[in-house]
């Protein structure tokens, strides 16, 4: 399993909505880990003045992560594989 981080910029997100962000990515995480496929939904966190989200998922491939990000309909700006 590789560690992923996930960035994407989010401006005016509340605390409402970054609770929202993350239960939509952990349902989506859950619901897409089967055939192999693996991935878990870590923890996300919130730059207001950069507006600036960063997330991080621990999975078997890229694409998982991509799918999760798809189905839960959240935006990024890049996905990138932690050392």
Do not use: W
């Amino acid at each position: 399993m590789t560690r992923f981080r996930v960035e994407r910029q989010l401006p005016g997100l509340t605390e409402k909505h970054l609770g929202a962000l993350r239960e939509a990515l952990g349902e989506a995480s859950r619901r897409l880990s089967h055939d192999g496929e693996s991935v878990r939904y870590i923890r996300s966190s919130y730059d207001r003045k950069r507006s600036l989200c960063t997330c991080t998922f621990e999975a078997s491939s890229r694409q998982a992560v991509v799918m999760v990000n798809e189905v839960a309909q959240v935006p990024f700006l890049s996905i990138r594989a932690l050392p």
